[in-house]
């Protein structure tokens, strides 16, 4: 933990730019894709579609989600 107080202490005395540029490589390291999520995402799905498309499943209209839409 002391060292990233030490880390916030300098990116304070970087110029606006910098510590943007900073904040935005911060920022994109934290949304990168998780490979192990998105393969469980892939195989969800397409247990829901089958399902969908075995009529066990039945899907919902659109307006009855987004009713304001």
Same mark, same amino acid.
């Given at each position: 933990?002391? *060292?990233?107080?030490?880390?916030?202490?300098?990116?304070? #005395?970087?110029?606006? @730019?910098? $510590?943007?540029?900073?904040?935005?490589?911060?920022?994109?390291?934290?949304? *990168?894709?998780?490979?192990?999520?998105?393969?469980?995402? #892939?195989?969800?799905? @397409?247990? $829901?579609?089958?399902?969908?498309?075995?009529?066990?499943?039945?899907?919902?209209?659109?307006?009855?989600?987004?009713?304001?839409?």
């Amino acid at each position: 933990m002391e *060292e990233s107080k030490i880390l916030l202490e300098k990116a304070l #005395q970087l110029k606006p @730019e910098e $510590r943007f540029l900073l904040i935005d490589g911060l920022i994109q390291s934290l949304d *990168e894709p998780d490979q192990t999520i998105d393969e469980i995402w #892939q195989i969800e799905a @397409e247990k $829901r579609l089958n399902a969908y498309r075995a009529g066990k499943l039945k899907g919902i209209p659109y307006e009855e989600i987004f009713p304001d839409q």
